[in-house]
């Protein structure tokens, strides 16, 4: 059965034993749902928004077990050796940057794991301090040009989403910009609103309040299209910049080999679902994610498509994790 016919059967049907499915005894009992990182952040608040529709569904508890370290990859690593068949892993944009920084990282994405599907997406805005001066991408890259080697980049972290746009627009613009390490964006915001870096690449939801405030200003986001929290301000595509086009994501995965398809197929369907309704919809909007369904198939390509491109990057730019 097709995507389209599990979403219109609906959870109970899935469930029910005249269903397609009912010959399937997955789960036989609790899921534990990997989170690499810390409680708190996007893919935690994702991943804890659907365990409770999963569990209904499924008539199994999905517990979150958040296991962060080393920029996701103790998580992820972990959840590659699950054996189990009742694992599964919330991964995003740092599995796939992982293993081109770190080549003896102990776990390979299309190698080891199996995508259920897509689930969010949340885009980086381009910041500046409103002291700073610019207020467009073309007076921050005349800056850079006027003051070269001189402008400071703050990201949350070497090797993250944030470090490799930063260092992706520097090589676009063809400008030099020193990139300066945070512990997360919490430790970076301080230095950008007193003004001690000169831009970031940094999520929504941190920077809004500020941006409300009058403290920093938005020169452009990465999103494909404008967004409706910071209206007039333009996309780095609109820009001349389509390479820039970068978000944050969210996928479900399985470690390869352990869930049947059988199941894997069902929770695609149900993940579908979960993303379609509206208190799953009201969760995402509330920590600045949008539900971004995508099946098996595309998403397993995608995420080829991104380990790639990110590789890319990492070389040319010749970045290295001390």
Same mark, same amino acid.
């Given at each position: 059965m097709g995507l389209s016919g599990l979403a219109a059967l609906g959870p109970s049907a899935l469930l029910s034993p005249t269903g397609a499915l009912a010959s399937e005894p997955w789960p036989t009992r609790p899921l534990r749902l990997i989170v690499p990182f810390a409680p708190g952040g996007a893919a935690d608040s994702s991943a804890r928004a659907l365990a409770d529709?999963? /569990?209904?569904?499924?008539? !199994?508890?999905? &517990?979150?077990?958040?296991?962060?370290?080393?920029? #996701?990859?103790?998580? &992820?690593?972990?959840?590659?050796?699950?054996? %189990?068949g009742h694992t599964l892993l919330m991964g995003s944009n740092s599995m796939v940057i992982n293993p081109s920084l770190q080549p003896a990282i102990g776990y390979e994405v299309a190698r080891d794991f199996e995508p259920v599907g897509m689930v969010s997406v949340q885009p980086l805005v381009l910041v500046v301090p409103a002291g700073s001066g610019p207020r467009s991408v073309k007076d921050l890259v005349a800056q850079a040009k006027a003051r070269p080697g001189t402008l400071t980049a703050g990201n949350s972290g070497p090797g993250t989403l944030? *470090?490799?746009? #930063? =260092?992706?627009f520097a090589a676009e613009m @063809?400008? %030099? $910009?020193?990139?300066?390490?945070?512990? @997360? =964006? #919490?430790?970076?915001?301080? %230095? $950008?609103?007193? @003004?001690?870096?000169?831009l970031g690449f940094l999520n929504l939801p941190s920077v809004l309040p500020h941006l409300k405030? @009058?403290?920093l200003v938005a020169l452009a986001v990465s999103a494909p299209q404008p967004l409706a929290e910071l209206p007039g301000v333009p996309t780095l595509r609109s820009q001349g910049l389509p390479t820039l =086009?970068?978000?944050?994501? /969210?996928?479900? $995965?399985?470690?390869?080999?352990?869930?049947?398809?059988? /199941?894997?197929?069902?929770? =695609?369907?149900?993940?579908? !679902? +979960?993303l379609a309704s509206e208190p799953v919809r009201a969760r995402f909007a509330?920590?600045?994610? +949008?539900? *971004?369904?995508?099946?098996? +198939?595309?998403t397993a390509a995608f995420l080829q498509q991104e380990e790639r491109r990110y590789a890319a990057i990492i070389r040319s730019r010749g970045i290295r994790l001390e």
């Open positions: 529709p999963f /569990a209904t569904a499924l008539g !199994q508890a999905v &517990v979150v077990e958040n296991r962060p370290g080393a920029g #996701s990859a103790v998580g &992820v690593k972990l959840a590659a050796q699950a054996r %189990d944030a *470090h490799l746009t #930063s =260092e992706l @063809g400008i %030099d $910009l020193i990139p300066v390490p945070y512990k @997360g =964006e #919490s430790a970076l915001l301080p %230095d $950008l609103l007193g @003004g001690l870096v000169n405030a @009058g403290k =086009e970068v978000q944050g994501w /969210a996928a479900l $995965l399985a470690p390869r080999g352990t869930v049947p398809t059988e /199941a894997l197929t069902r929770l =695609e369907g149900l993940l579908a !679902q +979960a509330a920590i600045g994610v +949008a539900p *971004h369904p995508l099946g098996r +198939a595309p």
